[in-house]
């Protein structure tokens, strides 16, 4: 009993031919991303290190725009349902050994070809709910981060106030200081001005005395 041919597989593909690379390695990438959903494909053909696997992502991404373009498919509900790399031609050449002698160099080639098609139904809901649930709680994420951004900035602005509120009493502090020093250089001033008035009025208390005993000698003495 025969299986399905390589050209009779369903789905929509994309096909490369004669690239300069073994079949080996490119069977080595390909057996990665089988039966892959085709975002989770990308993603670990992007985290490979392989040549192959810059190639084989060009392939695939050529197979779901033909998938999108040409068989009106969403492309996230596309998975990779076969993906294989067939031999290609071989380039024979020759390199000159010792004794006169030549040795063969093959440089390979293959055919890579990706083939993708529309999840099934459980798949396809399983994956609906995935990202249904996924974004919900993203969804939760962004509003509890608005909320603690609302909250940041309610107790920014009420320590603002309490900053300025704070700033107006040292104002109003140091305005009633500073009246209160004027105050009291007044008082300082006008107390330095008795004082120094006083000592000129006992002056002038003393000196009428004195003339007057100066005067009644004068005349005890004639």
């Known amino acids: 009993m025969t299986g399905t041919k390589t050209n009779e597989r369903p789905g929509t593909k994309a096909v490369l031919r004669h690239y300069k690379m073994s079949a080996s390695k490119a069977r080595q990438v390909l057996d990665l991303i089988r039966d892959q959903n085709v ?10 290190s392989r040549e192959a696997a810059d190639v ?3 392939v695939l991404a050529s197979a779901v725009a033909n998938a999108v373009h040409n068989d009106g498919l969403d492309a996230e509900d596309l998975y990779v349902s076969a993906c294989y ?7 024979k050449r020759w390199r000159p050994r010792a004794r006169g002698r030549a040795s063969r160099i093959r440089k390979r080639t293959c055919h890579i ?10 798949r396809l809901a399983r994956q609906r709910a995935i990202r249904e ?4 709680q993203r969804s939760r994420r962004v509003s509890e981060s608005r909320r ?15 900053e300025e509120a704070a700033a107006a009493a040292a104002e109003a502090e140091a305005a009633v200081e500073e009246e209160l020093l004027e105050d009291a250089v007044v ?4 107390e330095d001005i008795v004082e120094a008035a006083e000592p000129d009025d ?11 005993a100066e005067h009644d000698g004068e005349e005890k003495g004639e």
């Open 202 to 212: 006992e002056i002038t208390d003393e000196a009428p005395a004195d003339e007057s």
């Open 39 to 48: 975002d989770r494909a990308a993603q670990m053909l992007n985290t490979t």
């Open 187 to 190: 008082e300082q001033s006008a």
């Open 113 to 122: 070809t990706v083939i993708v098609s529309r999840l099934p139904d459980e």
């Open 148 to 162: 603690r951004a609302d909250l940041a900035g309610r107790l920014s602005r009420r320590r603002h106030n309490q």
């Open 56 to 58: 084989v992502g060009k």
């Open 85 to 91: 790399a067939d031999e290609g031609a071989t380039l």
């Open 133 to 136: 649930a996924a974004g919900s």
